[in-house]
């Protein structure tokens, strides 16, 4: 009896160990599968594919606008109510009253708002390849706002022409009255509404990562596949950076409000994590957003505003003018067009409507080629993505077929 026993056992054994084996091989086949899924993905860009990737690119728009109005129908008594909404809220706009001062003043404000907070859901909408709007908009808007300051000795700039353009009030102000806090509070509204814009872009990945586990459906997102790779091999983690990622998830995952707090609070390249986190391991929606609403629009916006105020106060700058001036060889070259530039926008800032120079234009002229390269290369990884978005969803019909066969 033991010995037919132990002949029956060593027969199971042997079909478990192939069981095992055939199971690593089809996991195997099924990475590789993906990999070279991802590659062929990833070759599909503009610069390689043209023709291929704005076809691809324009048949996922069509798809994603159709799957929108499909939404839309479906809420069809909640965009029947915005519509009466905006219809009342246009004849009051067009009305002649006295209620049209309060109309002007709040449609101003709301323009302006929505201007920094649409600039604050470009920066961070992406999972950071979106469009860095801090260092082209709102971190200059904020240097000019200190640099005027301190050459008009007063934060009340005439309205308008400011925002638009700023321009020293004509009665002046005393020497040495702006302070670092009166600088702060002149930028809080768009420096805070940039913040709750960056907090309202980091949405996406939060409730794509919480329906792709609450469904249990493969989602189509590559960062989301990557992050599921890495809680598979979080053992075996050598690398910094994926330990570092690892880090993020496991503060989050354990601290939950406080930790999303303050991953949110600082300059983290690597919160774009914490979504794809919270939405997998269903954190409550307002544990997770309004941590990272208070981290973002609060506590990091101070600290980077704090930190661009004391970079272009008056002192620093001149230091940094006559240090470029001190450079051997180069350095009056590279001074000069520095301080031409800065005394151009002094001038402006006391004639309002005043030429500059045409020389003074050359920074400007940079800057603006900057900006217009950042801009283009944020439209065409949108374009890009939604192609490969395209390429995926043929990789997964051409999947389904062949498991069909």
Excluded at 40 to 49: A, E, N, P, T
Excluded at 160 to 167: A, N
Aim: aromatic share 12%; with cysteine.
């Amino acid at each position: 009896m033991a010995a037919n026993g132990a002949s029956c056992e060593q027969p199971q054994k042997r079909a478990g160990a192939k069981d095992k084996q055939n199971g690593k091989s089809t996991d195997s086949s099924v990475r590789e599968r993906r990999q070279k899924d991802k590659e062929d993905r990833l070759s599909l860009v503009v610069w390689r594919r043209p023709v291929t990737t704005l076809h691809y690119f324009f048949l996922e728009t069509l798809i994603k606008l159709n799957e929108w109005t499909f939404k839309l129908w479906q809420r069809r008594g909640t965009v029947f109510l915005v519509l009466v909404l905006c219809s009342l809220l246009s004849i009051a706009y067009s009305t002649e009253g006295a209620h049209q001062h309060y109309v002007n003043y709040l449609e101003k404000r709301f323009l302006w708002c929505a201007y920094w907070v649409g600039l604050g859901i470009l920066s961070s909408v992406g999972l950071g390849t979106g469009l860095h709007t801090f260092l082209l908009y709102l971190g200059p808007h904020i240097a000019s706002v200190t640099l005027a300051a301190y050459e008009c000795s007063s934060t009340d700039f005439p309205e308008p022409p400011y925002p638009e353009q700023i321009v020293c009030p004509q009665s002046g102000g005393v020497e040495g009255s702006v302070s670092l806090f009166s600088i702060m509070s002149k930028v809080r509204l768009e420096a805070c509404m940039w913040g709750a814009g960056t907090a309202i872009g980091e949405l996406p990945p939060y409730f794509m990562a919480r329906a792709a586990r609450q469904s249990g459906a493969d989602p189509e997102d590559e960062d989301y596949e990557e992050f599921e790779e890495m809680l598979e091999q979080a053992e075996g983690a050598q690398d910094f950076v994926t330990r570092a990622k690892l880090g993020v998830q496991h503060l989050v995952q354990k601290v939950g409000f406080f930790g999303i707090l303050a991953c949110a609070s600082i300059p983290n390249p690597l919160f774009d994590l914490a979504g794809i986190t919270c939405g997998h391991f269903l954190v409550p929606f307002w544990t997770f957003f309004g941590a990272t609403l208070i981290g973002k629009a609060i506590i990091k916006m101070h600290i980077q505003k704090l930190f661009v105020i004391i970079t272009f106060s008056k002192h620093i700058v001149e230091q940094m003018v006559s240090l470029i001036g001190s450079v051997p060889k180069v350095g009056p070259s590279l001074q000069k067009p520095f301080s031409q530039y800065l005394e151009a926008q002094r001038n402006k800032l006391h004639h309002a409507g005043g030429s500059a120079p045409a020389d003074e234009n050359w920074l400007s002229w940079v800057f603006e080629k900057v900006v217009l390269v950042m801009v283009c290369y944020f439209v065409t990884s949108i374009v890009n993505s939604m192609a490969q978005s395209y390429a995926k969803r043929l990789q997964q019909q051409r999947h389904l077929e062949e498991k069909t066969k």
